[in-house]
């Protein structure tokens, strides 16, 4: 693989991290939909945020893939999914941070009788936002987990990110398990860190590798 390009992967992934961290703490907690349509500037700058760092993300992953073998099997298979789960991502934060403020801005100065009335609007919205989460949480672990298996039958990666990778996969089954939703904000920390963690790790073994 291309030193160069292997590097830039690097840095690409640790960019992707930083990213879904300010995304992570800057995210506002829910509330009702008057503190919704109050937070509306905030939930589209937080939510565009984290559509920015997605191809940093896509980035990074192809570099993984090339670094681990983008002709085999798992490997490519891992990119695939990843893939997957950049598009379930970006379709679930333009639901929950872009589609749902700008329609509620149009109710900024509507009475309460008219804000109960979009309810059902809203609830159609989360469950639509729920099913990406769902793919996303799903796909990425999956991914991690098929790059795992690969470092540690290649180790062409330092073998103890393979075991990294898949105690993150048995994080993420535990918090589906234990009925832990991952588009509520804890679930959405407790998911986001566990990635964060694999991947600045792997980001920092692609840049150092020669």
């Known amino acids: 693989m291309n030193t160069n390009l292997q590097k830039q992967a690097g840095i690409a992934l640790i960019?992707?991290?930083?990213?879904?961290?300010?995304?992570?703490?800057?995210?506002?907690?829910?509330?009702?939909?008057?503190?919704?349509?109050?937070?509306?500037?905030?939930?589209?700058?937080?939510?565009?945020?984290?559509?920015?760092?997605?191809?940093?993300?896509?980035?990074?992953?192809?570099?993984?893939?090339?670094?681990?073998?983008?002709?085999?099997?798992?490997?490519?298979?891992?990119?695939?999914?990843?893939?997957?789960?950049?598009?379930?991502?970006?379709?679930?934060?333009?639901?929950?941070?872009?589609?749902?403020?700008?329609?509620?801005?149009?109710?900024?100065d509507a009475d309460p009788a008219m804000l109960d009335s979009i309810q059902p609007v809203l609830r159609y919205s989360f469950m639509i936002n729920l099913a990406f989460d769902y793919v996303y949480t799903i796909a990425f672990s999956l991914a991690i987990g098929c790059w795992s298996v690969t470092i540690l039958r290649t180790k062409l990666l330092a073998s103890w990110l393979g075991w990294l990778g898949l105690a993150q996969v048995a994080a993420a089954i535990v918090t589906l398990a234990m009925g832990v939703a991952v588009n509520h904000l804890m679930g959405f920390r407790l998911f986001v860190t566990t990635v964060v963690i694999w991947l600045v790790f792997v980001g920092l073994d692609l840049y150092k590798r020669k």
């Not at 990213?19 to 939909?33: A, C, F, I, K, Q």
């Not at 893939?65 to 990843?82: E, V, Y």
């Open 15 to 108: 960019a992707f991290t930083i990213l879904l961290v300010l995304t992570m703490v800057l995210h506002p907690v829910g509330g009702n939909v008057e503190r919704l349509i109050r937070l509306s500037g905030m939930i589209i700058a937080v939510h565009s945020l984290a559509i920015f760092s997605l191809p940093f993300g896509g980035l990074g992953f192809w570099g993984l893939t090339r670094q681990l073998g983008k002709d085999q099997f798992l490997p490519l298979l891992a990119f695939i999914m990843a893939c997957f789960g950049l598009v379930a991502a970006m379709l679930a934060a333009s639901a929950n941070g872009l589609i749902m403020p700008f329609f509620l801005q149009r109710y900024r």
